[in-house]
């Protein structure tokens, strides 16, 4: 079995209420994987269970860690963070790439140096659009937690973490990105914009980025109805990829699929299946849930490993 990384779904809540929260579309039929066995971290049960379990994914090769969460934000539960530290530690092999999948909310020089402390090397800021506002607003960011991006980035860079751009492409926070209409001026427009979105990646001192394919489970919820309302047209993509193609040079071939190219001095990777529906034969990630369980989808209890 080839896994790329593995993800930790950390357990606790989310003071954000994101339009398009893939969480959210998700939750319901996770419930039985959503067993919260780590309430009590001192459980010595618990420790010794999840301790097996990164073993398990260590020996398979997996060296990759992703501290995110089911409809939480990994941040707001430091405690949790501070413990699987511990945990990881106690291992014979214990994960060093760790990355932390994040919202931004509650990131500051207290909380940065903690995760400095717990051996996260990596921030991936999950973004719906590169203006504040925008992005305060289709995040559902409370007041008193919204920030300015390119102060939150220089903070990240300032203290010595690699900086990830996770961008969740919607019409609404990229207004000048992405267009309905597919035309020969339309084209010249998204290209003109694409090289101004790296420009600003790099200004704000990137070192990687992703752009990831919004998921939708086509429900009449609420997030699937914006996702809906404002999901990105297949021709952007296409000519997102060329760009790339064309400007950038090829890295390396990940094991799911996605080639990462370098552009600008930066890592970039096009996420269009960020459910990991579409290739069964390597597995872009593992889930180790709260239940102390290891499951190959973020929805379906069927997908038990471990």
């Given amino acids: 079995m080839k896994i790329q990384s593995v993800s930790i779904d950390v357990p606790g809540g989310c003071p954000n209420n994101c339009k398009f929260c893939v969480s959210e579309l998700t939750k319901e039929s996770a419930t039985g994987m959503l067993e919260n066995k780590l309430k009590d971290i001192d459980d010595p049960w618990a420790n010794m269970q999840y301790a097996d379990r990164l073993e398990f994914l260590r020996d398979l090769g997996v060296n990759n860690v992703i501290l995110t969460g089911t409809a939480s934000e990994p941040v707001a539960n430091m405690k949790f963070i501070e413990w699987f530290y511990k945990v990881n530690n ?65 903070k990240i860079k300032e203290n010595g973490f690699n900086l990830r751009l996770s961008l969740n492409i919607n019409k609404a926070g990229f207004p000048d990105l992405v267009y309905d209409k597919e035309d020969e001026r339309l084209t010249k427009l998204t290209k003109l914009g694409i090289w101004q979105y790296f420009h600003k990646f790099v200004r704000l001192g990137a070192d990687q980025v992703t752009f990831r394919k919004l998921y939708s489970d086509d429900s009449d919820s609420p997030q699937a109805a914006w996702i809906k309302q404002n999901d990105v047209p297949d021709h952007f993509w296409s000519i997102l990829k060329k760009y790339i193609v064309d400007n950038g040079k090829p890295l390396q071939k990940l094991p799911f699929g996605a080639i990462k190219y370098s552009i600008f001095g930066l890592s970039t990777v096009i996420d269009d299946d960020c459910m990991a529906e579409n290739n069964i034969e390597v597995l872009k990630y593992a889930i180790l849930r709260r239940n102390c369980k290891i499951y190959s989808d973020w929805k379906d209890p069927a997908s038990l490993i471990f």
């Fill in 90 to 154: 106690s291992i014979s092999s214990r994960f060093k790439h760790i990355e932390l999948q994040t919202s931004g909310v509650l990131l500051n020089d207290k909380t940065l140096d903690e995760l400095d402390t717990y051996g996260v090397k990596t921030i991936s800021l999950s973004l719906s659009s590169l203006s504040s506002k925008l992005n305060n607003s289709i995040s559902g960011i409370p007041e008193k937690l919204q920030f300015d991006i390119p102060q939150l980035c220089n």
